[in-house]
């Protein structure tokens, strides 16, 4: 069992990595959102209402946390600074951090390389956070989905510097990856990652 907290627990990807660890692990989540009111919890949770631009909302939620699992949109790089001083403060080391496929130019033309960085101005903060965890000294893995789709668990994972390997990815498959990589904290350790549909 880990105590896992989900940074981002009302969106898509936080809230099926959620339905994901509670159906299939005995993990203890810690659910932290600004608009917590919006989630009904069960036996195995909690929730913390918090902004994770505030120091003392994020170390509230850190305290006696094995892993932290990232999915947020906005300003991601502020975001990732903030989340990775308070692990650090509070002494949790495991960061899995959603970005996104083509922060390293690494969508071929095949895929769709009009998705890369070089091409594609959003992808900028994306980048930004993958970096600032790439240089922390957690124990991270940096994962890059492609497009989010419906569907069952099929997927494929290439590493930094590999091609991506397709456009897009299954939600169900992103949170099985997430899955493997709380129970198991060498999993991809200190890599970032793509997942596509195989």
Do not use: C
Request: charged share 20%; net charge negative; proline share 3%.
């Amino acid at each position: 069992m880990k105590n896992v907290l989900i940074i981002g627990a009302t969106g898509t990807i936080g809230g099926a990595v959620r339905q994901t660890l509670l159906n299939e692990t005995d993990d203890k989540l810690t659910l932290f959102a600004r608009s917590a009111s919006r989630l009904s919890v069960g036996d195995q949770e909690s929730v913390i209402a918090g902004d994770v631009m505030k120091d003392a909302d994020l170390d509230k939620a850190m305290a006696n946390q094995d892993a932290v699992f990232v999915a947020l949109s906005g300003p991601l790089g502020q975001f990732a600074k903030k989340i990775v001083a308070a692990m650090d403060r509070n002494h949790v080391s495991r960061l899995l951090f959603i970005t996104s496929m083509g922060i390293y130019n690494e969508i071929p033309a095949s895929v769709g390389s009009n998705g890369n960085l070089e091409n594609n101005g959003v992808l900028h903060p994306y980048r930004e956070a993958a970096d600032i965890v790439e240089a922390s000294d957690l124990n991270y893995t940096v994962i890059r989905p492609g497009w989010f789709t419906n569907g069952p668990v099929n997927y494929e994972i290439t590493r930094k510097g590999e091609p991506f390997g397709g456009h897009d990815v299954s939600i169900s498959s992103i949170a099985d990856f997430v899955k493997n990589a709380v129970a198991d904290e060498t999993y991809y350790s200190n890599e970032s990652v793509g997942l596509n549909t195989k």
